[in-house]
């Protein structure tokens, strides 16, 4: 019970400090900053070489399930479903840039997503 408590003052923590402006906020474990991002479209086009492996993905979170079960995220033309796991994030507005930290894995039909950490991004413009 003391951690279930514990576990829910850290993501009300988490949410506030979201709602704040400017920075980089963190949800989960990103990986290190100096980790290279892998491009969307490389993923989509040979999912078979990505299945299993741990991803950096840096684009913008473009939708966001109500219930912040998944989030749409999109690199320029491309977009993909993004299961969000546990934690879930705070509500996040779409036009959000994030750098996602997620695993991959070849589906039968579709590539599945799913973040283990999740950076927001200032946006372009704020400080």
């Given at each position: 019970m ?54 950096v ?42 750098r ?28």
């Open positions: 003391k951690t279930k408590w514990i576990g829910i003052v850290i993501l009300a923590g988490a949410a506030i400090g979201l709602a704040g402006c400017g920075g980089t906020k963190t949800v989960g474990t990103p990986a290190k900053a100096d980790t290279p991002a892998t491009p969307l479209a490389a993923i989509l086009a040979a999912p078979e070489k990505y299945d299993g492996q741990t991803v993905l840096n684009g913008v979170l473009a939708a966001q399930c109500a219930s912040l079960c998944d989030f749409t995220y999109a690199e320029g033309n491309q977009s993909v479903t993004v299961f969000t796991g546990d934690p879930k994030p705070p509500k996040i507005h779409a036009g959000q840039p994030v996602v930290t997620a695993s991959v894995h070849k589906g039968e039909e579709q590539v599945v997503i799913t973040a283990k950490g999740l950076e927001i991004l200032p946006r372009k413009g704020s400080r």
